[in-house]
């Protein structure tokens, strides 16, 4: 069983800048793949990026020049640093991890099998 614990969400004006932090209990953290979710209100949950034991990232196209994955493997901990934050950013961020089966960036939510609770991140205009 891993536990995931999302941190930093709060609210920032347009344009700001955001990290969330996600904290895994998993022993061996190095073999896992973690990725981002968010759900806006009234819509599905989407992939924001991920990260996998490789260090390879991918990320949801409208946020790939302002968001950032990052690992730090010996701390047990995954950051997605957001810039040029936007009102339509607003949503409740998920970090989410799974076992690195195949060398790929995991981009759907069935594919992850551990959750975090979620972290609310507000934009305002």
């Known amino acids: 069983q891993v536990r995931l614990v999302e941190s930093g969400g709060e609210l920032v004006q347009a344009g700001d800048s955001l990290k969330l932090s996600c904290s895994a209990s998993?022993?061996?953290?190095?073999?896992?793949?973690v990725g981002w979710f968010r759900q806006a209100p009234g819509k599905e949950r989407e992939f924001v990026g991920g990260?996998?034991?490789?260090?390879?990232?991918d990320y949801l196209t409208s946020v790939k020049d302002r968001f950032t994955i990052s690992r730090d493997n010996g701390k047990k901990t995954v950051a997605l640093e957001m810039n040029r934050l936007k009102p339509e950013d607003t949503a409740v961020y998920y970090c989410a991890a799974v076992w690195q089966t195949r060398v790929v960036v995991f981009r759907t939510a069935d594919e992850y099998e551990y959750w975090g609770q979620g972290n609310q991140v507000t934009v305002s205009s």
């Open positions: 990260i996998n034991a490789n260090g390879d990232s």
């Open positions: 998993a022993r061996t953290f190095s073999n896992y793949a």
